[in-house]
């Protein structure tokens, strides 16, 4: 420190200069390339309105936002004027936001596309005129005053990280919310109406239709038959299988594994129409039993690879122990292994149930009846070239998607742990 | 067989009542869905020039005024002309050329029907009759010389149910089922027999427990894709089914030549390939958004992350359809005016956008498990050294994340490469559905299940999928490949 006091003072602030940029400036710079391709996003949305003066102005915008990038790039090695000059031009990039905003219609979207184009503006010129900054890009920067700035810096970064984490989550939110809540609006809505204010009119017409429908309570009949066969014939099947290639070790055990694995890469279209017609011949078509004996077997796979792994997690010598009393290899399935595997048969049974219940292309195929259909085909017919129920299905959507959608997020943490554990093996 | 004999009695039962003219037509017994057989058999072989009409009528008539024209039968010149097979065609007909063996009639390029000189009867499934109502045929022919005679009248009622092919004999399915089992079992046995005589005890009943698993597996998948193959050398189709015959390569080359076959590979390459990218690259961000070390509400964006995954896929693509209408959401948030779905490119990109929406949560989760794997003593090390988030991404979270982003992008690959569901309930294929050949929006999948199940044709379907199923694995493969010697090298 001492023999940095007795240096002259410029060559101190240009040391300073080099070890110390305001996090300010930096976290703007980092953000620039999303402002950038909203700005892009914008002009896009004007050419497809075809407004022409919403062209000429989100286009200015863009090359305004290129030109404070570039000067705020030049910042580190520049001048007190590069500082004023992006500041200026902030302001008039600024005033420029505000006019392409006053020119177009304002949805939404156009507020959304005008903050993005304004707040970048506002925060160059907050952060440019800051004491520090001035400090820094005037070259009068004390190395006392950097190691400041420094700490400062730290306790920044974080905060502005985080800002950008949540900008970025609080985005993919929103697109993963607007069909929700589109659908939401459609279900409550009067008649068919797709388009509307948001929740402007509210009825629960399309439940109350729903619920004193037959073919609603006929379809879920179905679903319940089709998905609980499943499960217990998908288990039935499992259970002893993963539990055998867990415990013992016998001829043919690496073949017979492989073989459960190779199903799982046929991709199902090949095995589409074969499947159908043998499911003809045996009159099998229009019927549960052909569903359900389709499901538990696509389902198989998986389920097997997800037991064989949670029995591998129970502990030997509890059965070893039990054989020592005098069990026989039956009673210590029964008796020890089973019950202690109980939540992840649990869990193997609710993926199954799931699979079977949102399943769509075999239901399609295989019952052609409307007597016969599944949830999924018949919410699907909602939808078709000769009706468009929209409300009906979207207050249908509502009723059959909720308690899946509280399954799954309630069960996440195994689902998603089996499924990759068996997606990434397979 | 029951037709040819029919026909060929016709001369006998009927007497000649004047040179070529057509005295009886008689119902072959068959009706089916809107549709009724007939047979008329000519006095003399037909002489050029000659005409012949059907008419019919829902009352009995007597006169050609009191009924309707349902088709046209011409001698003629038939050098030159087409000669559409069973099935190609609205009426399929056929006629003797007098040698006993029928073949199909002849047709002129805007579909008049026309005989050879020289033929003894023809045959014709007549469509488009009313369903299950009495009707009355009868067929008037007309000399060249304009002079008209007038056959006695017929009535038959077609079905007003629609049968689409016959039922399917059991047993050989049966029999392949059975012997499949059987094989199995005993396999199983011989297995278990030989680990007894080596004295394996652990293996105790091992057998027994895997074979209802194995069982099934064997009957339901492995039996349908060997019987699938086998389908695709046949000329099964929903017309001749239980009566299809081997054809060798026929449907593969029908495949290979269909027009469009190169437009829907392209499609599903581009569908597949902008699918896996972007999924793994915005899965990535927003695993490592979540990835933050104490942000707050995480649960919570993580919950809502996960609902396009949660929320049935079928569901959500006609939700998303429902917003693209022109009267959807889409317009009302952008202020636009589109209607993307009625345009190839604009449906191309929404089921694209679709698909992207709907396999991020997997993505993201997988990634975000791998993420959490990484060691944080890392993490701190580059922090000391004072290495910015971006080359630390970089150099340090990219080639870790590497091992878990080889199998998920292959995974992610043949799942977006067989998704059915986003194209066939966003478009069906369309817009611009040809008449046959791929739509605008069809990839390989979709287009097979048209095939198989539009069209009826299963043996050209089966075809398709041994196709689209030989080019999966060479693209697996051909990718495992690559990213194991990349990954040899570094």
Redesign the interface.
């Known amino acids: 420190m001492s023999s940095m006091d007795n240096m002259p003072r410029a060559s101190k602030s240009d040391l300073a200069r080099r070890w110390y940029v305001p996090q300010e400036i930096e976290s703007i710079r980092s953000y620039y390339p999303l402002v950038l391709i909203v700005a892009l996003l914008s002009v896009g949305l004007s050419l497809i309105r075809a407004n022409q003066d919403a062209i000429y102005s989100s286009t200015s915008i863009v090359l305004v936002h290129l030109v404070v990038l570039v000067l705020l790039r030049q910042l580190d090695h520049g001048t007190k004027n590069i500082r004023d000059g992006a500041l200026a031009i902030s302001g008039i990039g600024l005033f420029l936001s505000i006019l392409h905003h006053l020119d177009g219609p304002s949805l939404w979207i156009d507020i959304w596309f005008t903050a993005w184009a304004a707040i970048p503006f506002v925060l160059v010129l907050a952060a440019g005129s800051m004491p520090m900054v001035t400090l820094w890009v005037s070259g009068r920067l004390t190395v006392k005053a950097a190691e400041l700035g420094l700490r400062k810096n730290k306790m920044m970064a974080m905060k502005h990280s985080h800002a950008l984490h949540h900008l970025i989550l609080f985005h993919a939110v929103a697109a993963v919310a607007l069909p929700i809540l589109w659908i939401l609006d459609v279900a409550l809505s009067p008649e068919n109406a797709l388009g509307g204010g948001f929740m402007d009119e509210i009825t629960g017409e399309h439940f109350e239709k729903l619920i004193s429908s037959e073919s609603f309570w006929l379809w879920t009949r179905n679903s319940f038959i089709v998905s609980i066969g499943t499960t217990l014939l998908g288990l039935a099947l499992a259970i002893p299988a993963g539990y055998a290639f867990s415990r013992f070790r016998f001829r043919g055990r690496d073949s017979a594994m492989f073989a459960f694995l190779l199903v799982q890469m046929f991709p199902g279209v090949i095995i589409l129409v074969p499947y159908f017609l043998v499911m003809k011949a045996l009159g099998l078509l229009n019927t549960s039993l052909g569903l359900i004996l389709a499901y538990s077997v696509t389902a198989l796979p998986l389920c097997v690879w997800m037991l064989k792994g949670f029995f591998d997690t129970v502990p030997r010598e509890l059965e070893e122990a039990a054989l020592v009393d005098g069990c026989s290899q039956t009673q210590v399935f029964w008796r020890i292994v089973l019950p202690l595997s109980l939540p992840a048969v649990a869990v193997t049974a609710l993926f199954s149930f799931l699979a079977a219940w949102n399943e769509f292309l075999l239901a399609l195929t295989f019952n052609t009846s409307e007597e016969m259909y599944t949830l999924p085909v018949g919410l699907a017919s909602l939808i078709s070239s000769t009706g468009q129920a929209w409300g009906d299905f979207a207050a249908a959507s509502l009723l059959v998607s909720l308690p899946v959608v509280v399954l799954f997020i309630a069960f996440q943490r195994f689902l998603i742990e089996g499924l990759s554990a068996g997606g990434v093996k397979g | 067989m029951k037709r040819l004999l029919l026909l060929l009695l016709c001369p006998l039962l009927f007497g000649i009542v004047s040179a070529g003219s057509v005295n009886q037509i008689v119902l072959d017994g068959s009706v089916g869905y809107r549709q009724v057989d007939i047979e008329m058999a000519f006095s003399e072989p037909s002489t050029n020039g000659t005409h012949y009409e059907i008419m019919m009528n829902d009352s009995e008539f007597s006169r050609t005024d009191e009924s309707i024209l349902h088709s046209i039968i011409i001698v003629g010149e038939t050098t030159g002309l087409m000669q559409p097979e069973i099935g190609e065609w609205y009426d399929d007909c056929h006629y003797d050329p007098g040698d006993g063996v029928f073949v199909p009639i002849y047709r002129e390029s805007d579909g008049t029907a026309v005989i050879p000189n020289g033929t003894l009867s023809v045959g014709c499934t007549l469509t488009g009759i009313p369903s299950g109502q009495e009707y009355y045929f009868a067929v008037l022919t007309i000399y060249p010389n304009n002079t008209e005679v007038l056959s006695s009248v017929i009535a038959s009622s077609s079905t007003a149910e629609d049968e689409l092919a016959e039922p399917?004999?059991?047993s050989?399915?049966?029999f392949a089922i059975g012997s499949i089992s059987l094989s199995l079992i005993a396999?199983?046995f011989g297995?278990r027999w030989?680990?007894y005589r080596d004295g394996?005890t652990?293996?105790?009943?091992?057998?027994?427990?895997?074979a209802?698993?194995?069982l099934?597996?064997a009957v339901?998948?492995?039996?349908?894709?060997i019987?699938?193959i086998w389908?695709a050398l046949t000329n099964?189709d929903q017309s001749q089914?239980g009566e299809h015959v081997f054809v060798g390569i026929e449907n593969f080359v029908t495949v290979f030549s269909t027009s469009g076959f190169l437009r829907v590979t392209g499609f599903t390459l581009l569908w597949t390939l902008v699918n896996v990218v972007s999924h793994i690259g915005l899965g990535l961000?927003?695993a490592i958004?979540?990835n933050?070390h104490?942000?707050?509400?995480k649960t919570v964006?993580r919950?809502?992350?996960?609902?396009?995954?949660?929320?049935?896929?079928?569901?959500?693509v006609?939700?998303?359809?429902?917003?693209f209408?022109p009267?959807?959401?889409i317009?009302?948030?952008?202020?636009?005016d589109?209607n993307l779905l009625a345009d190839a490119n604009g449906a191309r990109f929404a089921v694209i956008m679709v698909n992207i929406?709907l396999g991020i949560p997997f993505m993201m989760?997988?990634i975000s498990?791998a993420l959490q794997a990484l060691p944080k003593e890392m993490y701190e090390a580059a922090e000391v050294d004072g290495i910015g988030?971006f080359s630390q991404f970089r150099h340090l979270t990219l080639p870790n994340l590497r091992s878990?982003l080889v199998?998920?992008s292959l995974?992610g690959f043949?799942w977006t490469?067989?998704m059915?569901?986003v194209i066939?309930?966003m478009t069906d294929g369309g817009p611009n559905l040809d008449f046959d050949g791929p739509g605008s929006t069809d990839i390989?999948?979709t287009y097979?299940?048209d095939v198989?199940?539009r069209d009826g044709a299963?043996g050209v379907?089966?075809a398709w999928?041994?196709v689209?199923?030989a080019m999966?694995v060479v693209f697996s493969w051909t990718y495992m490949k690559r990213t194991n010697a990349t990954e040899a090298v570094t």
């Open positions: 399917l004999k059991t050989p399915y049966l396999l199983l297995l030989l680990d394996r652990s293996s105790k009943g091992a057998h027994l427990y895997i209802p698993a194995l099934s597996l339901l998948t492995f039996y349908p894709v019987y699938g389908l099964a089914l961000l927003l958004a979540l933050k104490g942000l707050r509400g964006y919950t809502m992350l996960l609902l396009p995954w949660a929320i049935p896929s079928y569901i959500t006609l939700v998303w359809r429902g917003m209408e009267a959807g959401a317009n009302d948030l952008l202020g636009t589109l929406w989760m997988s498990g988030n878990a199998p998920l995974l043949i490469f067989n059915f569901n066939y309930l390989l999948i097979v299940y198989a199940f299963y379907a089966a999928s041994v689209i199923f999966l």
